[in-house]
């Protein structure tokens, strides 16, 4: 699947999407480089928006670095195949094995800011998240598993729980909600 082509014939829903597409396929024709994270200034990432068959609940992980219960996902590291990317960290993330994207177009397109911190003892600087997110669905029965690198919890949440579970303002005024919606009106 070719990444590239998916975000350029990705439909934004609104003018967040609508801007954010601009800045990543700026950034994609100015620094091929970005599906790695050798690139300190952007890089590609993919992340989940995961829900149960009913698509009444959402699985979600407490998060080590923001302390905040979050979406799955992860770095592209070199995969040009996002929508991979995405179930991969998915099942690294929370352990569920039966896990399927709902489709296989972007759900959502962003530009996400990452304040600098630690990691494995190492500092990373600022920078940015050139993120693409799919709606996937996974079984509420399979057993959850921590990635005790990466997060403290697993757990599923109703859509509006979901809400009130993450303690970063932006990700549920601007992401969060907006995936809920589409949710709501694509699969309700």
């Not at 990543?24 to 068959?53: E, K, Q």
């Amino acid at each position: 699947m070719n990444s590239i082509e998916c975000i350029r014939r990705y439909e934004p829903c609104c003018e967040q999407e609508e801007r954010d597409k601009a800045v990543i396929l700026d950034y994609l024709d100015r620094n091929p480089g970005c599906f790695s994270r050798s690139d300190l200034v952007a890089h590609m990432t993919a992340s989940s928006w995961v829900v149960n068959r009913e698509r009444t609940k959402v699985l979600m992980v407490y998060h080590k670095i923001y302390n905040s219960w979050s979406w799955t996902g992860g770095h592209a590291d070199g995969d040009t195949d996002l929508l991979a990317v995405a179930l991969r960290e998915c099942r690294e993330e929370t352990g569920v094995e039966h896990v399927r994207a709902l489709n296989e177009e972007i759900f959502s397109l962003e530009v996400l800011t990452v304040d600098g911190h630690e990691k494995r003892g190492e500092y990373v600087p600022s920078h940015l998240h050139l993120n693409v997110t799919y709606l996937l669905e996974a079984d509420e029965n399979d057993t959850l598993h921590v990635c005790a690198e990466e997060n403290a919890g697993v757990r599923w949440f109703t859509l509006d729980e979901a809400l009130k579970a993450s303690t970063e303002p932006w990700f549920v005024e601007r992401i969060y909600k907006k995936l809920n919606e589409k949710v709501k009106n694509c699969c309700g």
